[in-house]
């Protein structure tokens, strides 16, 4: 019986983890760092964002579109939320939900952001929204407010 | 008229590669901006002081919000050793209503701001300086009526809490420029909020 109750809790808690996203907070930019330095064939995008920057809300529907589209193809894509604040977890879970966001989400809580700006791209001032496009042959930050047009289209020129 | 027409392009390209804004060590052109109390500030106006500490910040965004305490405290700190704070709100006013002169007014007043806070309507002060992002520090040093350039970046190494705050740059700058040194780091980054600007 009691087997059975740790079964089933267990069946029950991966349930859980599969069907809503589960968002992790690092409040160490070293944790994320890996994530814009993998070196395989994959053409990774990431994405720096907040709940409250509406130039980034604008565009997430985009890399929700970019998702789909190459989701047969090696792309990945991450959004790193720069939300901060109490409620930070919970007001990014919302909007991921009420969004449909199908990419990965973490939160970034480093708020020394003059040691890591540099380490994502020296391109980069701080503003947001900002995307880092790179494969093993490619490699350009972008400081600037994405369309599906133009994503696409670097995305589909980079992809292996 | 090939000519014209070429070195015309030429000279839209350089201006449109070289107009990245102020690097350290640039005189600041000047500029003269409403501010909310109607009247009209330049920084010329500054002339008598040893330098000024711009601020490009705004109402709407919440790394402004966060540090905007700590933007009145250097105003408290510095004024009165000749380091006063000059805030520009660059955003366009009908992309976020939140900055509009009216919310601007208002938000000084319920802060009870101690330093002009000017609008930069036509968005041309901030593309000369080269901000990118709310906030952004410029602090300038008056050598003999030119305003030089010698820090620009964040106020300090945290923008959600004061009391976490290691490093204070802008502090630290102004510090160094009182006692005759450059400021060390002269540069600095932080996340912010893109200015908004219907033109890009």
């Given at each position: 019986m009691r087997v059975l109750f740790f079964l089933g809790l267990f069946i029950f808690l991966f349930a859980e983890g599969v069907s809503s996203q589960e968002i992790p907070v690092y409040s160490n930019f070293k944790k994320v760092e890996y994530l814009l330095h993998k070196d395989t064939d994959t053409t990774y995008v990431i994405n720096f964002w907040a709940t409250w920057c509406a130039p980034c809300v604008k565009e997430m529907p985009a890399f929700n579109r970019l998702h789909e589209e190459f989701k047969n193809e090696p792309l990945d894509i991450t959004l790193i939320s720069l939300d901060f604040g109490s409620s930070a977890v919970e007001r990014v879970k919302k909007f991921s939900e009420k969004h449909g966001i199908k990419s990965r989400i973490v939160i970034l809580?480093?708020?020394?952001s003059n040691s890591w700006i540099n380490k994502v791209s020296?391109?980069?001032?701080?503003?947001?929204p900002g995307t880092l496009i790179y494969n093993q042959d490619f490699r350009k930050f972008y400081e600037k407010e994405f369309n599906y047009k133009e994503l696409y289209h670097i995305v589909k020129s980079k992809i292996k | 008229m090939k000519k014209i027409v070429l070195s015309a392009v030429l000279v839209l390209i350089s201006v449109m590669v070289f107009s990245q804004g102020y690097e350290i060590g640039d005189k600041a052109k000047n500029f003269r901006l409403k501010n909310v109390d109607d009247s009209y500030v330049s920084l010329?106006?500054?002339?008598?002081?040893?330098g000024v500490i711009v601020v490009f910040t705004c109402n709407h965004c919440p790394y402004a919000q966060a540090w905007e305490d700590r933007i009145i405290g250097l105003d408290k700190k510095f004024d009165k050793k000749g380091y006063p704070v000059v805030a520009i709100q660059p955003n366009d006013t009908e992309m976020?209503?939140?900055?509009?002169f009216e919310n601007m007014k208002k938000r000084a007043e319920e802060k009870n701001y101690t330093f002009p806070y000017l609008i930069d309507k036509k968005q041309e002060v901030y593309k000369e300086f080269g901000a990118t992002r709310t906030p952004h520090l410029f602090i300038l040093e008056n050598q003999e009526g030119e305003f030089i350039v010698q820090y620009i970046g964040?106020?300090?190494?945290?923008?959600?809490?004061a009391d976490a705050v290691e490093k204070h740059y802008a502090a630290n700058a102004v510090n160094s420029l009182l006692n005759g040194n450059k400021p060390e780091p002269a540069k600095t980054k932080a996340i912010g909020c893109s200015i908004k600007d219907k033109s890009k």
């Open positions: 809580d480093d708020p020394d020296p391109e980069w001032s701080g503003a947001l | 010329s106006d500054y002339e008598d002081e040893k976020y209503p939140d900055d509009s964040a106020p300090d190494d945290n923008y959600k809490d």
